[in-house]
């Protein structure tokens, strides 16, 4: 066997961490390269591993009806410290999985800097690591300093693709009136940690609904630099500004709509809702659900403050946006996620193209395996594509046409797994209809999904470690 080598892990985000768990777990020494406190970015509030700097939801926690449900699972399978960190500190969301950030990010410091295996230094990588460090992971995010991005580039000969993303405000609870506002999960729904009634609803009827969508539009927004104009924003994360220009009902169909909710006032169902999650452990602050916003902050405080219930809102924390930066993985990353014009390079997280919490935690998994066993002279394989671990690893690094410029980020959906025959009868005989053949298929998908996953670790997984 090959003399172990170093493993080292540039960023401290979901993905770095991850990686950096991984790899520690199976016996690999790791690095990590961490440049917070050192220096700031555009986003980050804190030097902790692993800060959530957008929502404190980790999405639908249901692992056979939901795609990043059954991520959820699989990364529990195969020892994620994201996902350990997150069921030990999580908040009432309804059937989401949501946490408590600061506990989160402190959990996770906390496991690496108590790992023999790990080591964390608070120092800043502004150029292409040294030649002799021959198995790197750069986790660095959408955040990426514009030297190591420039470097990169430099290798690549691809232009940078990148886009922009926002952060929704979050309020103080006591600042909310609950003479409007209610308690109720959408469809009264119990999730991890909740009773089904884990959500703050503020209702706006016909009226309040188009004034604030006329004051979104007039709202003085964040204005671009000249070289950032052509940047596009992500279709999953755009904020509500944009999506109002795209048509008055927009918003009523997105983030404020009002379905499985019930105003107790009237007994009726509200022409519109906006939501608002607990977002720390204490129950004081509460984010505002799909809220994230490009306004300027003057503009923002008094439009938000339009919403019945939010009248007197004092926040700790208004919206804002940042340019995020991407890789086009197809053409980049070969099947491992080395970068084939330096296979020294690995790279994870929402820089390959992935989008979401746990989807770039996934991909620092995946990354961190597949670097111990470089580390340790071990055979490794990719998840079957079945999973959907497999699935995130065959969309980024070929599962979208190579050499496309359509490439975007994209968060795990069923879409990204292969087809699998829709059950016609339920575990009873029974003909299933409508929506039950969907809600089967899914089910399906997912039993396959974790049968496949636990094939996969069992010879040789170093996640079993």
Partial sequence: MKKPTDIHVIGAGLAGSEAAWQAAQAGARVVIHEMRPTRETEAHQTDQCAELVCSNSFRSDDALGNAVGLLHEEMRQCGSLIMRAADANQVPAGGALAV??????????AALSDHPNIELRREAIDDLPPADWQNVIVATGPLTAPALADAIRSLTDEASLAFFDAIAPIVYKDSIGFDIAWFQSRYDKVGPGG?????????????????????LLAGEKTEFKEWEKSTPYFEGCLPIEVMASRGVETLRFGPMKPVGLTDPRTGKRPHAVVQLRQDNAL???YNMVGFQTKLKYGAQSDIIRMIPGLQNANFARLGGIHRNTFLNSPVLLDE???????????????????????????????AGQFAAADALGSASSSPPPTTALGALVAHITGGHIAGAKSFQPMNINFGLFPDIETP????????????EKGRARKAAM???ALADLDAWRSPVSPAQT
Avoid at 100 to 109: K, L, M, Q
Avoid at 195 to 215: H, M, S
Avoid at 338 to 361: D, H, N, W
Avoid at 424 to 435: I, P, V
């Fill in 100 to 109: 408590d950030r600061d506990n989160f990010s402190a959990a996770v410091t």
């Fill in 195 to 215: 009773d089904g009634a884990d959500y703050i609803n503020c209702p706006l009827n016909e009226d309040e609904y188009t004034a604030f969508i006329d004051a």
């Fill in 283 to 285: 129950g004081t602050l």
């Fill in 336 to 366: 491992t996620l080395r970068l084939k014009a330096r296979p020294a390079l690995r790279f994870a997280g929402q820089i390959t193209g992935v989008e979401g919490y746990l989807e770039s935690a996934a991909i620092g998994l995946i």
């Fill in 424 to 435: 016609r009868t339920d575990e009873t005989g029974r003909r299933l209809k409508g929506k």
């Fill in 446 to 448: 997912a039993r396959r």
